[in-house]
């Protein structure tokens, strides 16, 4: 089992290589420090116009796909909500998003195809949360309130919450409205 994790680093640079090759157009090259030269015109990147085609349309794809899965407890919404906050991933608040919320994340960040859904910067980061309450508004909705505790490399930072409406809509729970 230790054998096969030396080759790890091996797979994973030849696989990067591989995806900058369809990206770049093959125009790459070791300078002689040893680094790897893009090839660029005018300082831009060639970009191969067909993969790229071919990456947007994977990428609403995974969005389709996304749309018709759902967490199966507001617990797990929880869990996903708050992993979008730990990874600075989008992905996981639109994943778990009601139709209408998924309608104003897109408004707000563009669509998956053409943007990032980065969330957050790098400082401060997650350390923590914790569910201050948690509401039961009827059988098929819940208020959920989150405090977040961030952290900074100067310590601790102002902690903040978020209250998530979440709902059961058909066989999913999803956030309907975040306060």
């Not at 993969?51 to 994977?58: D, L, P």
Request: overall charge positive; aromatic content about 12%; proline content about 3%.
């Amino acid at each position: 089992m230790k054998s096969a994790f030396r080759y790890a680093p091996v797979i994973f640079i030849t696989t990067t290589l591989l995806r900058l090759n369809t990206v770049y157009d093959g125009s790459f090259r070791m300078n002689s420090t040893n680094n790897v030269v893009l090839g660029y015109q005018n300082k831009q990147p060639v970009i191969n116009e067909a993969n790229f085609q071919q990456t947007k349309a994977q990428v609403e794809f995974f969005k389709q796909a996304l749309d018709q899965l759902g967490a199966t407890t507001p617990e797990q919404v929880v869990t996903l909500w708050v992993k979008a906050e730990e990874t600075r991933n989008g992905v996981f608040h639109y994943a778990v998003a009601c139709n209408e919320l998924k309608k104003k994340i897109i408004e707000e960040w563009g669509n998956p195809q053409k943007s990032f859904w980065i969330i957050g910067t790098s400082s401060p980061w997650l350390d923590r949360y914790e569910i201050v309450s948690k509401k039961k508004l009827n059988d098929l909705s819940y208020e959920i309130k989150i405090k977040y505790f961030w952290t900074t490399s100067a310590g601790q930072s102002e902690p903040t919450e978020n209250t998530l409406v979440i709902i059961k809509y058909k066989d999913i729970w999803c956030v309907k409205e975040v306060k």
